[in-house]
Nanobody, 114 residues
Framework: VHVVESGGGSVQAGGSLTLSCAAS????????MAWYRQAPGNKRELVATINNGGSTNYADSVKGRFTISRDNAKNTVYLHLNSLKPEDTSVYYC?????????WGQGTQVTVSS
């Protein structure tokens, strides 16, 4: 499985961005996908998950502002970031797992200015 993120960028506080994660390879084996983020000096933290059944979960810090969704026809998972805050500035990573292995993308930078 190979995952590649895109869509990061710079935005002012209150703005919006949409991140995309395209999966390829043995995608039939994927059980769930997620977005993580990591700011300099911080641990990587879970932002949102979506499983094969479509169930989603969010970190408390992003509930009501971020939405994870997927397009099965495009093998792509999205993270819609709304009402962005400076503290959302991080490198955002796409993650996939098949029950045995984990797969990570290279990350995409999101920078929110006040």
């Amino acid at each position: 499985v190979h995952v590649v993120e895109s869509g990061g960028g710079s935005v002012q506080a209150g703005g919006s961005l949409t991140l995309s994660c395209a999966a390829s390879g043995s995608i039939f084996a994927i059980k769930s996908m997620a977005w993580y983020r990591q700011a300099p000096g911080n641990k990587r933290e879970l932002v949102a998950t979506i499983n094969n059944g479509g169930s989603t979960n969010y970190a408390d810090s992003v509930k009501g502002r971020f939405t994870i969704s997927r397009d099965n026809a495009k093998n792509t998972v999205y993270l819609h970031l709304n009402s962005l805050k400076p503290e959302d500035t991080s490198v955002y990573y796409c993650h996939a797992e098949d029950g045995f292995l984990e797969y990570w993308g290279q990350g995409t930078q999101v920078t929110v200015s006040s």
